[in-house]
């Protein structure tokens, strides 16, 4: 069993920057990929960036130069850097943990956060 819990969400303006934290307890933190979604009002979850066991990362396209993803393993902790943030990052953001080798879709994952909201005022 993994816990995840979020922080660092918060009210910023366009152009700002926030970093979100997710401390993970329990089991073999290095073993899981870690992965940060986020979800808007009436929108479906979608995946923001991954970060494999072996530490490389993927980022949407939509992130892409301006988030980025690390990992501490000696802390058990993912962190997503959020830069340049535009009103359309508003949402949910949730960390997720998954066990397998596929971590693209949400179903893939195993344990997840409770979340932290992430507002972008223009």
């Known amino acids: 069993q993994v816990q995840l819990v979020e922080s660092g969400g918060g009210l910023v303006q366009a152009g700002g920057s926030l970093r979100l934290s997710c401390a993970a307890s329990g089991r073999a933190f290095s073993t899981y990929a870690m992965g940060w979604f986020r979800q808007a009002p009436g929108k479906e979850r979608e995946r923001v960036a991954v970060i494999t066991r072996s530490g490389s990362p993927y980022y949407a396209d939509s992130v892409k130069g301006r988030f980025t993803i690390s990992r501490d393993n000696a802390k058990n902790t993912v962190y997503l850097q959020m830069n340049s943030l535009k009103p359309e990052d508003t949402a949910v953001y949730y960390c997720?943990?998954?066990?397998?080798?596929?971590?693209?879709?949400?179903?893939?994952?195993?344990?997840w956060g409770q979340g932290t909201q992430v507002t972008v005022s223009s």
């Open positions: 997720a943990a998954a066990g397998s080798n596929k971590y693209a879709l949400p179903r893939e994952y195993d344990y």
